[in-house]
């Protein structure tokens, strides 16, 4: 049964860092390209970051640039989402999705597996 569990978040001071995991079970990692997104209450889910099926490709919307970092461990089956220097407003539940290709997109729909996500409150 193929599974994506997010873990990792918490609450943090701004300024603080985070780093979220995306453990995958039931397919083989390294044949999926991975997105985190984030939702927000009230908001749409966004696109943060996706990295390709081999990690040679990396993209990071505007908001976390500088700040976040994505990287893949195959051998583990985990996707990792380094977030350092954050702020209020990257308070959010965040996801990681699967999708069987090599490239990665921001765009929610291009994902066909989910996890259920992981909250993120960033607060003083």
């Known amino acids: 049964q193929l599974q994506l569990v997010e873990s990792g978040g918490g609450s943090v001071q701004p300024g603080g860092s985070l780093r979220l995991s995306c453990a995958v079970s039931?397919?083989?990692?390294?044949?999926?390209?991975i997105g985190w997104f984030r939702q927000a209450p009230g908001k749409e889910r966004e696109g943060v970051s996706c990295?390709?099926?081999?990690?040679?490709?990396?993209n990071y919307a505007d908001s976390g640039k500088g700040r976040f970092t994505i990287s893949r461990d195959n051998a583990k089956n985990t996707v990792y989402l380094q977030m350092n220097s954050l702020k209020p407003e990257d308070t959010a539940t965040y996801y990681c999705?699967?999708?069987?290709?090599?490239?990665?997109?921001?765009?929610?729909?291009?994902?066909?597996?989910w996890g259920q996500g992981t909250q993120v409150t960033v607060s003083s």
């Open positions: 990295i390709s099926s081999s990690g040679g490709s990396t």
């Open positions: 999705a699967a999708k069987t290709t090599s490239y990665c997109s921001a765009r929610v729909s291009f994902y066909d597996y």
């Open positions: 039931g397919f083989t990692l390294a044949y999926h390209a």
